[in-house]
């Protein structure tokens, strides 16, 4: 494995000496997101493997080339998860890519975000340095939590040669329950059940229709069931459930079919409902909401200043002009911030520019 680093190394220094940008790239299943990636392709896939597991520990360790459903079947044989239900979105989905790009899915709200679970990295930078940052365990996150910082960063910082991740265990029970419900009304549940000790781990309003997935000890799925009542969702069949909740996860569900804009609106969970044009699906408590919407520019800037206004950001998700940018614009400061930290790690700005902002 040191003989891949070392070819890591001289691709990026090669790079930096010509000015030639880089692509760092796992199995493609996400070159989609974010702005048009550009630069010749580095693979990590050669570098991959799980360095180290703890169970009692509840740490994984693993290098970015790694596949994710390997990870996940590791975890999976000692009931253990990655609780922020990474999506893979293909196949080829990689542990890097998985904290690189920082995408979450159902049980996010509950559970936490990806960087909650990144306890240490390790980063290869612009200068070809190998640089180590956190530990496996908590206690060991000391001074800068560079180790976070890198989860969303797109590759933008340097290459992650390897991640430590948080894992915790599968749920002993679990019940999912739909009601009939509006827009608001399904916000206004959301919002009270929020403040009381229920074990909801999931939630999705969509077309009339709010359901939310309990989990935990078994005691408490079934009280939580008896309290909110509603009906089961699937039937008798928990493989029906388990296929809608996974349907959100990969977004293979009929709502996000089509090539059309698909914008990610971040907002308060107690934010009222958006008068926005389109067909709405919220998920996590009412905190992320997504909207199908036309292609117009002019579109785009409404959906952003409505957001804001709101206490909010909006992303263009998926599809759509990417001219009208893919993420939130950031304020002045916090730009200053971002175009600092990539000068530190990557002065000659080879890897992926261009890719965020």
Known sequence: MEQIVEQFRARILAAAAAGTPLRLRGG???????????????????????????????????????????????????????????????????IGGVVACALAGPRRASAGAVRDFVLGAVLMDGKGDVLTFGGQVMKNVAGYDVSRLLAGSLGTLGLILQVSLKVLPLPVCEASLRF???????????????????????????????????????????????ELGGAALGGAALDGADA??????????????????LWRLSLPPAASALILKGEHLIEWGGAQ????????????????????AAGGHASLFRGGDKDVGVFHPLAPAVAAIHQRLKLAFDPAGVFNPGRMY
Request: glycine share 10%; with cysteine; hydrophobic share 45%.
């Open 180 to 226: 009939a419900a509006s827009e608001i009304d399904a916000l206004r549940m959301l919002n009270e059940w929020a403040g009381r000790p229920l074990p909801i781990s999931a939630s999705c309003w969509h077309d009339g229709a709010l359901s939310v997935r309990l989990s935990g000890a078994r005691a408490a799925v079934a009280a939580a069931q008896r």
């Open 289 to 308: 909401r997504w909207l199908k919407a036309d292609a117009d520019p002019a579109t785009a800037q409404g959906i952003r200043r409505s957001v804001a």
């Open 28 to 94: 493609g299943s996400k070159d989609w997101y974010g702005q048009q990636p550009a630069g010749e392709p580095l693979d990590t896939r050669a570098y991959s493997g799980i360095v180290a597991y703890e169970p009692t520990e509840l740490v994984i360790t693993a290098r970015c080339g790694t596949p994710l459903a390997e990870v996940e079947a590791a975890l999976a044989a000692r009931r253990q998860m990655l609780a922020f239900e990474p999506p893979h979105f293909g196949p080829g989905a990689t």
């Open 244 to 261: 809608f909740w996974a349907s959100l996860r990969e977004q293979t569900h009929g709502f996000f079919a089509g090539a059309g804009p």
